[in-house]
């Protein structure tokens, strides 16, 4: 099959992908947030905390398995895994604003993420997040299917694993401020502890720490830069 064909029918499911994940947020809204989604969060059930986390576990297995089904290399696999997750991670945001009007503009901050701690953030940091990843993507598929060699080599690992935990720990900073003003490390990570989701629902957003975020990003744009320059040769 064509590269083309591919993009075409791996866009068609995370696109799909990022329906059904703006639908489960949907109701997860009507039932927590019936006036309308704002900080601090809405107490949660432990029964609910717990199937949010199950859920994105799945829907991680589910992107794995389409690298895995789309490439035989494992630089291809990974590039197929992060497009298709950028592309349901942007799709899901333009479903919830088709949907409930939300978010009210790219600074609206949401909870991107639950493993291993919460993440937070402005929707403008993950959209320039999935923007990196398909650039990434395309890089590596563009370079395979010329024939050229698209292996990622272990300093450029190194960089993007890197860049990626700075990015991370961006994401995180906030709350994370926030839950070790009460509690250590371990038992912040303990959600089935009423006592952390107590907590956890005071958080309001501070601030973002763009500049963690922006050194995440040029660590991680200056290594596909290199990368494109090395397997051009």
């Known amino acids: 099959m064509s590269l083309g064909k591919k993009i075409i029918i791996i866009t068609a499911f ?18 927590l947030y019936p006036e309308g989604f704002d900080f601090p969060l809405s107490p949660i059930p432990v029964h609910l905390a717990i199937t949010e986390l199950f859920r994105e576990v799945a829907t991680m297995v589910m992107l794995v398995t389409i690298g895995i089904m789309a490439a035989r290399r494992f630089s291809t696999g990974f590039a197929w895994f992060i497009y298709s997750f950028a592309i349901w991670d942007i799709f899901y945001y333009i479903f919830l604003k088709a949907i409930l009007g939300w978010p009210a503009s790219l600074f609206t901050w949401d909870v ?30 563009l370079k395979a299917e010329k024939g050229g060699d698209s292996r990622i080599m272990g300093r450029e690992w190194l960089l993007f694993i890197l860049g990626s935990l700075v990015l991370i720990l961006g994401f995180i900073f906030d709350y994370s401020g926030h839950m070790l003003t009460q509690f250590s490390v371990g038992e912040m990570l303990r959600v089935k502890d009423p006592e952390v989701l107590e907590v956890a629902t005071w958080y309001i957003p501070h601030r973002f720490p ?10 991680i744009l200056g290594t596909i830069g290199l990368y494109w320059r090395r397997t051009g040769r």
Do not use: H
């Not at 059904?20 to 997860?28: D, G, K, Q, R, T």
């Not at 403008?124 to 650039?135: A, H």
């Not at 763009?210 to 660590?219: A, S, T």
């Open 14 to 31: 995370a696109i799909a992908m990022g329906f059904l994940e703006s639908a489960v947020v949907v109701y997860l809204r009507e039932i």
């Open 112 to 141: 991107l993420f639950l493993i291993p701690t919460t993440w937070t953030g402005p929707v403008l940091s993950p959209v320039v997040v999935s923007l990196t990843m398909i650039l990434l993507a395309l890089a590596i598929l």
């Open 210 to 219: 763009w500049w963690i975020f922006g050194i995440g990003e040029v660590i």
